[in-house]
Every structure is written in structure tokens, then in C-alpha cells.
């Protein structure tokens, strides 16, 4: 157990519903960045926040948001889903996003499965 | 923007032997972290470099940051059935971007025992 939590684990749905995804940090971790991994396509960065803040943005698509809460739990979601959005969607964690020393090191969670049919 | 390319794609070696996969990055980085994900798995993360030059070990893992702080190497000796895994390097944006962490694609390892 790496201390980030994802839910759900698997979520099969169907073209343009819209599903949110769940990610609870490791405790003290302040910010949370998403990123989704398709089958040959690695680690595509999506969004990053830090203390409920917005801090940095990637390939993120406009169906999709993101939002942090004040509990630090965030969810991501994504709407009007197509069959290329099929992919495990991991969040991470880190203590602090800039650039000291070993303080943006991240904790994934396991990963959340999204299958579009 | 920012792109951290990782050579080879895949690997498949031989239990015993040696591999290696290398990282390049289009920018300087400011340090450089390496994951390791196990098939079904999550990354996890491996070790961080931070200095010119640097190399520093885990076991039978060696990691290397290149003097321009714009590549790096990650060599197994010795590669064991427990070594299969995609292994990625990913260092932070520059500029305004410094938060966020670009991944390769990472290089797939197998290991045939």
C-alpha cells in the first residue's frame, strides 16, 4: 500500500457518459498531479495541484476536469467519454511541487481502469 | 515544450546479462528520477539524481546524470526474473512549467529465466 488512494479500481461505462475519479494523497503529501497511461503511450501528464491550487497543466482535454479540495482529496473528471479515453488513470502524490531535493518525488496510487464501450 | 525521450522501447535479455536504458531530455534538467512499474503494477519510485555527473547505486542498479545534467542511464547487472518491469525516467519542467514532471515512454524490460 503506497498510502495514495484511487477509487474506483475498474469502471466500465459507456461512450459520452461522464465518471469522476477519486485520489486521497499520502498523508502529509500537499499536492496531487493526474496522469493517464494508454496502451504505448507512457505517462501523459493531465493536471497538477498543490494545496487546493492549480499549479500546472498538460495534454489535458477541455472533457475534462479536475479539482482539489480542501481536505486535499481531489477528483477528476471526465465527461462526454469516448472509446480513446479507455485507459488506467493514476494519481500521485508529493510533498511539495517544486524543484528541491526529493520533494517532488511521487507516490502513485494503484490506478484506476476506465473502459469505454 | 519539454520532451524526455527513453531508448530502447524494449529489452529482452537473457537472465545474467546486463541492460541498460537511457534517457535524454530537450532541456537541462534539475534533477531526474527514475520508476519502475511492474506488469499490472503502479511506478514506484526507483532513486533521484541531482548533481552534474552523479552516479549512485542500488544493488545490482546503477544510475548515471550526465555532466549537462540533459540525459541519464539506468544499468541492471546481472538482470534476475524480479528485473521485469517498464522502466521510466522523468524530470521536472523548466521555467513556469518547474511543477510539472514529464515522463518518458519508458523502456519494457523481460527477462527470459
Known amino acids: 500500500d503506497s498510502g495514495v488512494t484511487q477509487t474506483p479500481k475498474h469502471l466500465i461505462t459507456a461512450t459520452g457518459q461522464r465518471v469522476t475519479l477519486r485520489c486521497s494523497p499520502r498523508s502529509g503529501d500537499l499536492s496531487v498531479y493526474w496522469y493517464q497511461q494508454s496502451l504505448d503511450q507512457g505517462l501523459q501528464f493531465l493536471i497538477q495541484y498543490y494545496n487546493g491550487e492549480e499549479r500546472a497543466k498538460g495534454n489535458i482535454l477541455e472533457r475534462f476536469s479536475a479539482q482539489q479540495f480542501p481536505d486535499l482529496h481531489s477528483e477528476l473528471n471526465l465527461s462526454s467519454l469516448e472509446l480513446g479515453d479507455s485507459a488506467l488513470y493514476f494519481c500521485a502524490s508529493s510533498v511539495d511541487p517544486g524543484r528541491l531535493s526529493g520533494a517532488n518525488v511521487l507516490t502513485f496510487g494503484a490506478g484506476s481502469r476506465l473502459t469505454v464501450l | ?113
Not at chain 2, 536504458?21 to 541531482?50: A, D, E, M
Open chain 2, 1 to 113: 515544450g519539454q520532451q524526455v525521450m527513453q531508448i530502447p522501447q524494449y529489452q529482452h535479455v537473457q537472465e545474467g546479462e546486463d541492460f541498460t536504458t537511457y534517457c535524454n531530455s530537450s532541456t537541462t534538467l534539475s534533477n531526474i528520477q527514475w520508476y519502475k512499474q511492474r506488469p499490472g503494477g503502479h511506478p514506484v519510485f526507483l532513486i533521484q539524481l541531482v548533481k552534474s555527473g552523479e552516479v549512485k547505486k542500488q544493488k545490482r542498479l546503477t544510475f548515471q546524470f550526465g555532466e549537462a545534467k540533459k540525459n541519464s542511464s539506468l544499468h541492471i547487472t546481472a538482470t534476475q526474473t524480479t528485473d521485469v518491469g517498464t522502466y521510466f525516467c522523468a524530470g521536472p519542467g523548466s521555467g513556469g512549467s518547474n511543477y510539472k514532471l514529464t515522463f518518458g515512454k519508458g523502456t519494457l524490460l523481460t527477462v527470459n529465466p
